[in-house]
Each structure stands twice: as C-alpha cells, then as structure tokens.
Nanobody, 124 residues
Framework: QVQLVESGGGLVQAGGSLRLSCAAS????????MAWFRQAPGKEREFVAA????????SYADSVKGRFITSRDSAKNTGYLQMNSLKPEDTAVYYC?????????????????WGQGTQVTVSS
C-alpha cells in the first residue's frame, strides 16, 4: 500500500509558476513509477506527466511539454511537478498517482494509488 499526499496548489496569475509536491508513505516509494493527472470541472481526468521509478524516463502531455517538469527525490519519498508559464486552461485539480507498471502510463486506469488532489487555479 502506498499513500500519496499532494500539496502546493493555489491561485496564480497567467504566466506564473507553481510547484506541486507529492509525498509518499507506505511501501518503498522508490520502486514505484509516478504520474500526474488533472481534472477540470465537467471534464475527464487527463494525463499530465509521468516519471519512472529510476527517474531516468519521463513523459509529458503535448499540452504541457516545454512548460512543466516532473522530478522526484527518492531520499525524501517525494515527487514534484514544476509548472511554468501557466495558462488559464491549466486550471484543474491535480492528482499524483503511483504504480509499479509503466504500461499505458497515460491512462488513469493504469495507476493503482492516488492522492486526494490539490486545486490549481490560473487567473487571466
């Protein structure tokens, strides 16, 4: 069992930055891949980014490529999502997820463990 807690969300103006954190507890987090998803009101949950358990492989949605960076610190059992050049369309609840499998990483159903989410609101 892995427990995940996101933090770092908030209100920011367009063009600004935020860094989300995902603190993990439970089983050894450094053997789990990690992902970020987001869900805006009235929309389906969508893939944002993922990082492998080694940190050596990352994947990004086209909509955030070049603006968002995902990383992890295994010593701290924490993953991060650095969000730069934020746009109003980035407004959503952001969730972190963990799983040992990397298969179909862009699909939310592929991830076994989820945090409770943190709200990100970007004003224009």
């Amino acid at each position: 069992q892995v427990q995940l807690v996101e933090s770092g969300g908030g209100l920011v103006q367009a063009g600004g930055s935020l860094r989300l954190s995902c603190a993990a507890s439970g089983r050894t987090f450094d053997t789990y891949n990690m992902a970020w998803f987001r869900q805006a009101p009235g929309k389906e949950r969508e893939f944002v980014a993922a990082i492998s358990w080694t940190g050596g492989t990352t994947s990004y949605a086209d909509s955030v490529k070049g603006r968002f960076i995902t990383s992890r610190d295994s010593a701290k059992n924490t993953g991060y999502l650095q969000m730069n050049s934020l746009k109003p369309e980035d407004t959503a609840v952001y969730y972190c997820a963990a799983d040992r499998s990397w298969r179909a990483a862009t699909m939310s159903a592929s991830w076994a463990y989820w945090g409770q989410g943190t709200q990100v609101t970007v004003s224009s």
